[in-house]
């Protein structure tokens, strides 16, 4: 399943950014699509996640209250909508997906089979 995420850039603390994760082919089934992101020197890290077919979602206690994840099947895009954002959010954001059937880890880089090549979002203070 190749993904292309993109929307990210540069913004001052407090605002919004909203990146999209282009699916190429409509995911068959129960696709868990994920949102990671890595900042230099530290490991990848969960955001959150949608299951395509339920639009089920979960999120990294960081992302709460502040992000929000959405899938268009007509697209297929998946959406990060990033509010109120903060320096720590900088960061190179992916996307992935899970092909069914998946497991409990959905917060692990390893349960993910498909990755997009990442987009830098960097937040200023």
């Known amino acids: 399943v190749p993904l292309q995420a993109f929307g990210g850039g540069l913004v001052q603390a407090g605002n919004s950014l909203r990146l999209s994760c282009e699916v190429s082919g409509r995911p068959f089934g129960d696709y868990r699509m994920g949102w990671f992101r890595q900042a230099p020197g530290k490991e990848r890290e969960f955001v959150g996640c949608?299951?395509?077919?339920?639009?089920?979602?979960d999120y990294a206690h960081s992302a709460k209250g502040r992000f929000t994840i959405s899938r268009d099947n007509a697209k297929p895009t998946v959406y990060l909508q990033m509010n109120s954002l903060e320096p720590e959010d900088t960061a190179v954001y992916y996307c992935a997906a899970d092909s069914p059937p998946t497991n409990i880890y959905y917060f692990n880089p390893e349960s993910y089979e498909y990755w997009g090549q990442g987009t830098q979002v960097t937040v200023s203070s």
């Open positions: 949608i299951r395509w077919s339920s639009g089920s979602v």
